[in-house]
């Protein structure tokens, strides 16, 4: 047995209705939705949803994104600024096609834009983007992260000034695809009792453009103290991890992909172990399922998308938010966006 910390006793198996969901971009199609607060402001950094043309598949080619936007506000409810192009593909030298779920941080007066994007020869790095103002615009770096691969970028800062990076997705986001920080260039998944493929994580050197240490995996373990195996398609980790810190403890969300469920687990240290807890937002229109939360005047807020704006066209999303909310222990209250 792992040490880990005990699955909590509220845990909701039944979804609430939230108090009210805040629409957050109409003008363009949005997703996957990071939010942090920069100098008292709430910023946005989603994907960039159009209408490529590419027919559906299962390794997601229809996400054909091009480019990001953010978008802030300076209060809830209040009006959401779209600060236009903050970074193209076309200004990425090394990049190929399919600009994924971004992030972003700050240090000092510096902004950094994480993405994912597909180099040239179709294999997912994490790439990154320096810029002077956190709206952008942002300059891309010459090459990816050296050591990273696979997609979905979320980084989070501790209370102690550091970063932590944690990435990775299956299926189209090619974690599968790598073994020991090796690109093997084909699938390979543990067997069906097994223990999950996992997130990974590294901390971000001084320079916040490169690991300062290899990868490693997050792992996310049962009731009973075991990981979760890869036939647990309930629980298990596919894509969107997210990491955010509540009364000293450090939560990992995460998207169960083909079950579409936002999960979370909790640790007692960045590098985890976690310990699975429960669902905290059920399935959204639209296949995919992506969020991030993060505080804000004293309350805490889930950003999300659903397909609701396109009439369910699964690669035309929007990005909305909602109060999330806690149990006295610690635990979250789960949400079905949809619920009256
Ligand atoms: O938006 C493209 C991909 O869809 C993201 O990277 C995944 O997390 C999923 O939302």
């Known amino acids: 047995k792992m040490d880990g910390i005990e699955t909590l006793s509220i845990s909701d ?56 936007h953010v978008f802030s506000m300076d209060s809830v409810g209040g009006k959401v600024t779209d600060h236009g192009l903050a970074l193209h ?42 810029g002077k103002n956190p709206e952008g615009p942002f300059s891309a770096l010459e090459k990816p992260i ?50 999950a493929l996992s997130p990974k994580m590294a901390m971000l050197a001084e320079d916040m453009v490169s690991f300062a240490e290899e990868p490693r995996d997050v792992v996310v373990l049962d009731e009973k103290g075991k990981p979760i195996v890869t036939s647990d398609n309930d629980r298990r980790f596919f894509e969107a991890a997210w990491v955010h810190k509540y009364k000293n403890r450090y939560y990992l969300s995460y998207s169960t992909g083909d079950t579409h469920k936002i999960v979370y687990a909790i640790g007692d240290s960045p590098y985890g172990p976690f ?20 505080e ?8 999300f998308h659903d397909s609701s704006l396109s009439g369910g066209k699964t690669h035309l999303r ?6 999330l909310k806690y149990h006295p222990d610690g635990s979250i209250q789960r949400i079905n966006a949809y619920v009256e």
Do not use: C
Request: glycine share 10%.
């Open 296 to 303: 804000y005047n004293g309350k805490w807020w889930l950003f």
């Open 89 to 130: 593909i076309d200004n990425v030298p090394w990049a190929g096609r399919q600009m994924w779920a971004p992030d972003a941080a700050k240090k000092g007066d510096d902004y950094f834009l994480y993405f994912p994007v597909k180099d040239k020869d179709d294999i997912f790095r994490i790439g990154v983007a320096t």
């Open 13 to 68: 198996t039944t979804a609430v209705s939230p108090d009210k969901v805040y629409p957050l971009t109409s003008d363009l199609f949005t997703a996957d939705p990071s939010a942090h607060v920069f100098n008292g402001r709430l910023y946005v950094y989603p994907s960039h949803d159009f209408e490529s043309g590419i027919p559906e598949d299962d390794l997601g080619s229809h996400f054909n994104m091009m480019d990001y």
């Open 146 to 195: 050296g050591g990273s691969y696979s997609m979905d970028p979320a980084v989070f800062m501790d209370d102690d000034g550091k970063y932590y990076m944690y990435f990775g997705g299956i299926w189209g986001g090619q974690l599968q695809k790598w073994d020991n920080g090796k690109y093997i260039g084909e699938d390979k998944y543990p067997e069906a009792d097994e223990p």
């Open 318 to 323: 929007s990005v909305k938010m909602t109060e």
């Open 275 to 294: 310990t699975y807890q429960g669902v905290l937002l059920d399935p959204v229109l639209g296949w995919t399922n992506h969020h991030s939360i993060v």
